[in-house]
């Protein structure tokens, strides 16, 4: 017979072999305790539905987004079913289905779950909350192509983000990344300086080889090579050899 306790020792199995680097392995454990839950306490139980966002979870690591994408929209239609669009518990529901969305371009779904997600951030009065949504906008926006619309969002991010953090912290940094390049591309004179301001804070907060400080270099060097600075020549090739 099938105990609740498998559900929970599943879960934590599964969470351990995520944060060793294993989510394929984690999958079939996830996969198990989705059948046993279900089992036990059917398919719309909080418990369930937990097990189902950490198998989604699991395989966006593993960049399966189709497949994720099955018990994302699943899940998130049972937990709005029973709790209402725009309850607080849906939060990362929203952030997760609409990175799902997007890499599967389907750019107007991923929109609406980030603007869900605004709406549940302000409805709290929750700043950091709402800025995610806003920062999340902008960067769906400047990727596809709607650079003007992303960097108005951009800048109310960056504004709300620099009152709650202070304006030298590196969230604001990453903030200034993805504006700079949105600046770059709309032609503004001082992408540059933003895009250098990003890569300091960056890799003073995270060092060199962190995955953001890199991103900024990248961008950063991209910007200097379109302006024939040779400089970012250079740092296009560094950036390329070690790839």
């Not at 890199?214 to 200097?224: E, G, I, K, S």
């Amino acid at each position: 017979p099938r105990h609740p306790l498998q559900v929970a020792i599943g879960r934590q199995v599964a969470a351990v072999l995520r944060r060793q680097g294993h989510p394929g392995r984690a999958e079939q454990v996830l996969i198990d305790t989705l059948a046993t839950a279900q089992d036990l306490h059917g398919a719309q139980h909080p418990t369930t539905l937990a097990v189902r966002r950490e198998l989604a979870d699991v395989l966006v690591d593993q960049s399966r987004f189709r497949d994720a994408a099955v018990p994302l929209r699943r899940r998130h239609a049972l937990l709005s079913a029973r709790l209402g669009p725009l309850h607080p518990d849906l939060r990362e529901s929203h952030f997760t289905l609409a990175r799902v969305e997007w890499e599967l371009q389907r750019l107007p779904a991923a929109q609406a779950s980030l603007l869900a997600a605004e709406a549940i951030g302000r409805r709290l009065g929750d700043e950091a909350m709402t800025t995610d949504a806003l920062i999340a906008q902008g960067q769906l926006l400047h990727e596809a192509g709607r650079s003007e619309d992303a960097r108005a969002l951009l800048r109310d991010a960056r504004m709300r983000r620099s009152a709650q953090v202070g304006a030298a912290h590196p969230q604001v940094a990453a903030i200034d990344r993805v504006l700079g390049e949105a600046d770059a591309a709309l032609g503004e004179p001082g992408a540059l300086a933003r895009l250098a301001r990003a890569l300091h804070f960056l890799e003073a907060a995270h060092g060199a080889q962190d995955p953001r400080t890199q991103l900024a270099r990248l961008a950063l060097a991209r910007q200097q090579a379109a302006h024939g600075d040779v400089a970012g020549h250079r740092a296009l090739a560094a950036i390329a050899a070690r790839a």
